[in-house]
């Protein structure tokens, strides 16, 4: 099973841009959701920040991101554009595919339901 690949991370001072890529080799199998989610330090849980249905191209997004970060999809490539960069959006940023069980558009699948997951790209952001 291939895995996600993610690109477009770095560092920024605080109020830049970034935009996030994930490429899915296999994404007729992967695209019915996807998500982008972060971990920002070792040993910290994952937050989920936002998902996108295909069907509809609903998204969703975490409180702490709304209205800052966009998220998108095309084809095979899972975008995540980061507006107004603030030192607290410091990261590791992952995509995740390939949902288990069935969700209605708008739902928010459990980090568990995601069996594909990509190695992570490093956002970080100076004040």
């Known amino acids: 099973q291939a895995r996600p690949v993610e690109s477009g991370g770095g560092s920024v001072q605080t109020g830049g841009s970034l935009k996030l890529s994930c490429e899915v080799s296999d994404y007729t199998r992967m695209d019915y959701c996807m998500g982008w989610f972060r971990r920002q330090a070792p040993g910290e849980e994952r937050e989920e920040i936002a998902d996108i249905y295909r069907r509809d191209g609903t998204a969703s997004y975490a409180d702490s991101v709304q209205g800052r970060f966009t998220i998108s999809l095309d084809g095979n490539i899972l975008y995540l554009q980061l507006n107004g960069l603030k030192p607290g959006d410091t990261a590791m940023y992952y995509c995740?595919?390939?949902?288990?069980?069935?969700?209605?558009?708008?739902?928010?699948?459990?980090?568990?339901?995601?069996?594909?997951w990509g190695q992570g790209t490093q956002v970080t952001v100076s004040a």
């Open positions: 995740a595919a390939d949902v288990a069980g069935y969700y209605y558009s708008g739902d928010t699948p459990r980090e568990t339901d995601f069996r594909a």
